[in-house]
């Protein structure tokens, strides 16, 4: 699978279509759209199997099994092909970091038989703690062939090109599948 760049998640699920279509004329791959239920999902009418198969990419809520389990069987059966996992705690939080590896290998066990995939979550930070957790993570799970991480750069991103681009390098080693990327990072013109 080559590498797809996205857009931040939407948050009215009425206007899916209308960010998708936006995201795709900028030439992105995909939209983020969180798998919270928060009530009637629009959302269901507004996309084709085939946009929900292909450039929707789910955000879990959070780390509650009953709530984990929903939204990974609702984006299973919606055809959803990535599901974008939290971020893993720091290395020195070991209680922390030893849960969530829990969480993230029984993910990992449930959509292996299906067309979903998982993308854990990275913060991109050119540190060295940032890799170390992630790779620590990854060696934890067993199923790694359905784990890939999503490199997401923070809004207002300003480290130096020559230290970002030495660990970009470092993390494409560890099966990027997406980079998500905030709009402030381009320039604009009088054009928008």
């Not at 922390?96 to 038989?113: C, E, I, P, Y």
């Not at 997401?152 to 470092?170: A, D, E």
Request: hydrophobic share 40%; aromatic share 8%; charged share 15%.
């Amino acid at each position: 699978m080559p590498l797809v760049i996205g857009s931040y998640p939407i948050t009215d699920y009425g206007c899916a279509h209308k960010s998708l279509s936006i995201a795709k004329t900028d030439g992105l791959s995909y939209i983020l759209l969180d798998l919270k239920y928060k009530g009637p999902r629009g959302d269901l009418k507004a996309l084709t199997s085939n946009e929900w198969g292909n450039s929707i990419v789910g955000v879990l809520s959070n780390l509650q099994t009953n709530t984990l389990d929903a939204e990974i069987e609702w984006a299973m059966h919606m055809g959803i092909p990535a599901i974008i996992f939290p971020p893993c705690p720091m290395m020195h939080e070991e209680e922390k970091h030893a849960n969530f590896n829990r969480m993230l290998h029984a993910a990992a066990l449930k959509v292996s038989g299906s067309s979903t995939s998982i993308w854990l979550s990275v913060p991109f930070s050119p540190t060295e703690s940032c890799y170390a957790s992630v790779q620590s993570a990854l060696a934890a799970c067993d199923t790694a062939s359905v784990i890939g991480l999503n490199l997401h750069f923070p809004p207002g991103y300003k480290h130096p090109l020559p230290s970002t681009l030495v660990h970009l390098n470092r993390m494409f080693g560890l099966n990027v599948k997406g980079v998500t990327l905030p709009t402030d990072l381009f320039l604009t013109n009088k054009k928008g």
